[in-house]
């Protein structure tokens, strides 16, 4: 496996982690009995999760654009397709403020109803990914190791810091609640 598959193994693990975080919230935290000691550590242990890999998200959709911009033209279509790519709704900005909406229970917009840990799962699950893969097609043909660093910004401290926060939300999930079979139209699996 070269560094380049690495790196790329290493964003798709994080989506899916950030994705089964997002979908097993959506189905506990909507709970009535949501309120309980151990699931506010539960639900912080997924804020802290999410709050860090959509973070991480941002900035390298940051150092993408900045890169896309150095490297090209103002009208190759390289570019164009990047920054269209990249201005599309759905950044992980935008998804930090969902989440932290659903974690408030408050409105995302004036004139809306509170937003729902469904709704930020709704929202990651359809908008933010949609976004993502967009995104990733359009960066997933270079082949330079050195943008992909760049880019990424994945190293072995982070790395471990994600697998550290992930392993946090598992020792803290309910009885009887899997992260590897939540979706937000069903249950939690054991």
Not at 56 to 63: K, P, T
Not at 112 to 134: I, K, L, M
Not at 147 to 152: G, K, M, T, Y
């Amino acid at each position: 496996m070269n560094e380049i598959e690495l790196l790329r193994d290493q964003l798709t693990t994080e989506r899916q982690h950030a994705r089964a975080v997002a979908n097993v919230c959506a189905v506990v935290l909507q709970r009535p009995e949501s309120s309980t000691a151990l699931l506010a550590e539960f639900r912080q242990s997924c804020v802290d999760y999410l709050v860090c890999v959509l973070a991480w998200f941002e900035e390298r959709d940051q150092r993408l654009g900045d890169l896309t911009r150095a490297r090209f033209a103002p009208e190759d279509a390289a570019r164009r397709a990047l920054e269209d790519a990249l201005a599309r709704p759905g950044r992980s900005r935008e998804t930090l403020e969902r989440l932290a909406a659903a974690v408030a229970g408050t409105a995302t917009t004036v004139g809306t109803p509170p937003s729902s840990w469904s709704e930020f799962a709704q929202y990651f699950n359809g908008v933010w990914s949609t976004r993502r893969d967009a995104v990733d097609a359009l960066l997933a043909p270079n082949p330079r190791v050195s943008d992909w660093r760049a880019v990424s910004g994945i190293d072995a401290d982070s790395i471990l810091e994600e697998r550290q926060l992930y392993a946090r939300v598992g020792e803290r999930l309910p009885p009887g609640v899997s992260l590897s079979g939540s979706d937000p139209g069903g249950e939690p699996t054991s």
